[in-house]
DNA sequence: GTCTATATGTAGATAGAC
DNA sequence: GTCTATCTACATATAGAC
């Protein structure tokens, strides 16, 4: 802890993280990270294992962001609704990145998902992350499908993102991040 | 035409077409390909120059059965609303490989959103040809924000196909495949 | 902890016999 | 047209000096 050691375990980190988003996490070589850090590539298997064990830190080091961006969305407001609202409009201010790249988050995803259950799994964490905390927020507007409805923006956002970069289209990107808040204001208790 | 060397060439395209679905792109070698249609992998260059002229062909191949489902869409009904639900259907119909692999058309163009501009453009072809048509059907329809919708209708879908996939989740794919078709049913004439 | 050198496997691609 | 043998590059991973 606090050594340098962990100095350059967090820089490897922080170099696969955004290399895995812009590359894909098998696109990705070890000598793209030691280009990128400047730390050799057998430098790595001081830190991790494997490139999984690489996979692993990275998305518990997202997990560990989108928490923290989470809980700023629920600082945000008292009302829940607002908080949801602050939440898609963390995908408005990234808009350059998810046209150029897409969603950090579900293209990492949709990649492993045809790879290893357990690199499959791991990455899920993050959404799942995701959808606890607007299943959270839906049940505190009041809705009794909650989690339903958690799924549904949780797909909404991820069609944009996939749509938007694949057109690579910035004006289609911000009229459906308009689209999709005016939806989550216009939900109603039946 | 018609000769032996056209059925090698199909067999390559066509096991090469489910491993990239199946596997992604990049992680398909000429090995896989080869391990499945028996044919050595030294002879894919008899009929392709590279591996990207290979996905090439892929995509030409799913352009053609695309056009041919939408064709089919187009021959269910006389009306345009109609024919955007048999679209949807089909998304239901795979409901096993979407949830395993996702969707085989945007899977694809997410991973080579994050490879050569080339290899993107070429895996679009396919969105395009269902994006134009979803706008025909919406302008059939009367809306005067027809390649809107299309957009749109696309996104969710392709929204609804990760997160499924992610999931693993066959009751959240066919509630909101139900959930689509509602809304498209639901769409008024402003 | 940090580095270089290297092992081992496999990728895409080529050459040339048949 | 079909096949085998092989080239070159680069991937992950390891060994061992410092």
């Known amino acids: ?10 820089r490897i980190v922080e170099a696969a993280d955004q290399l895995f988003y812009k590359r894909g996490y098998n696109q990705t070589s070890f000598s793209d990270i030691a280009d990128i850090t400047g730390i050799p590539r057998g430098n790595f298997y001081y830190y991790f294992k494997t490139k999984d064990d690489i996979l692993a830190a990275v998305v518990e080091a997202r ?7 989470l809980l700023e969305c629920e600082n945000s407001s008292e009302r829940p609704r607002e908080r949801l609202l602050a939440f898609i409009d963390i995908m408005g201010s990234s808009e350059d990145t998810v046209v150029e790249s897409g969603c950090p988050i579900g ?11 357990a690199l499959q799994s791991k990455s899920r964490e993050v959404f799942e992350l995701l959808r606890d905390w607007m299943g959270k927020q839906f049940g505190e507007i009041g809705f009794a499908d ?25 004006d289609y990107l911000n009229r459906s991040i308009g689209d999709l808040k005016s939806w989550v204001n216009s939900l109603t208790l039946s």
Chains 1, 2 share one sequence.
């Open 1 to 10: 802890m606090g050594t340098k050691g962990d100095n350059n375990r967090t």
């Open 63 to 69: 997990v560990k962001h989108y928490a923290e961006a």
């Open 107 to 117: 293209s990492l995803c949709a990649e492993l998902a045809k790879d290893t259950d």
């Open 146 to 170: 909650a989690n339903d409805k958690a799924m549904d923006l949780l797909a909404r956002m991820q069609g944009t993102a996939v749509i938007a970069c694949t057109f690579k289209d910035n």
